[in-house]
């Protein structure tokens, strides 16, 4: 798998949109981009993911730039709620591998 | 949120005893796959199972055993829990292999051996 980087942690405004980095320039053509959140002790929650074009979902953007070498995930309008850690995983699904991910804070 | 649940969420336990996880979905989903999360290390595979009695090892599989009876449960077995094996765990399914598809992730159990 291909080894990813993000910042260790990031702050955001409620209300405004967060935009987390994610640096995979090892990527592989086959390996898809995966983004996943962890809410204090609860599971993984699965986010989003894209191979080469931009996805959108009801939870979030991501943008994939055209070398595949790194992305960011866009959270449109930021709740208190969406105060995680934000895992970026360049993979395929059957070798998930998880690092230590972004700690984002949203603040009133 | 996929249908997955695990069993117990909470175990203390003394070392040298036995310990038996269950994770189980509702989702009829082919692969299943169990977790392990230490702080500094992130998530790390234990065990994965990609059908019913096929089952086959993770990065950290020493000292944990898995069984797959039925589509719907995975059981984590620790036959002499270890203090080293104090962590949460993590069951995921998959419904297919697929590099378009991806995992879903139970609630977790969370383990201490003392």
């Known amino acids: 798998d291909a080894k990813t980087t993000q910042p260790p942690s990031m702050d955001c405004a409620e209300g405004r949109a967060a935009n987390l980095p994610c640096n995979h320039s090892?990527?592989?053509?086959?390996?898809?981009v995966y983004w996943y959140r962890q809410i204090h002790s609860q599971g993984p929650q699965y986010i989003i993911h894209?191979?080469?074009n931009n996805e959108t979902n009801e939870m979030a953007s991501l943008i994939i730039t055209e070398d595949r070498k790194s992305s960011t995930l866009i959270l449109p309008h930021a709740t208190l709620r969406d105060t995680a850690v934000y895992y970026c995983?360049?993979?395929?699904?059957?070798?998930?591998?998880f690092g230590a991910g972004t700690r984002l804070t949203v603040k009133p | 949120d996929a249908g997955i649940t695990q069993s117990p969420r909470h175990k203390v336990t003394e070392t040298g005893t036995p310990v038996t996880l269950r994770c189980h979905q509702t989702?009829?989903?082919?692969?299943m796959y169990w977790y392990r999360q230490d702080p500094g290390h992130g998530l790390r595979l234990i065990h994965y199972s990609y059908g019913v009695k096929d089952t086959d090892k993770g990065e950290v599989s020493d000292g944990y055993s898995v069984s797959r009876s039925k589509t719907e449960d995975f059981l984590l077995t620790l036959e002499s829990a270890t203090s080293s094996q104090t962590s949460v765990y993590f069951c995921?399914?998959?419904?297919?292999?697929?590099?378009?598809?991806?995992?879903?992730f139970g609630p977790g159990t969370r383990l201490t051996v003392l």
């Open positions: 995921a399914i998959s419904r297919t292999l697929a590099a378009a598809d991806t995992q879903y």
């Open positions: 894209g191979l080469k």
């Open positions: 989702e009829n989903h082919r692969y």
């Open positions: 090892t990527i592989s053509g086959n390996e898809y």
């Open positions: 995983i360049a993979a395929n699904n059957n070798d998930m591998r």
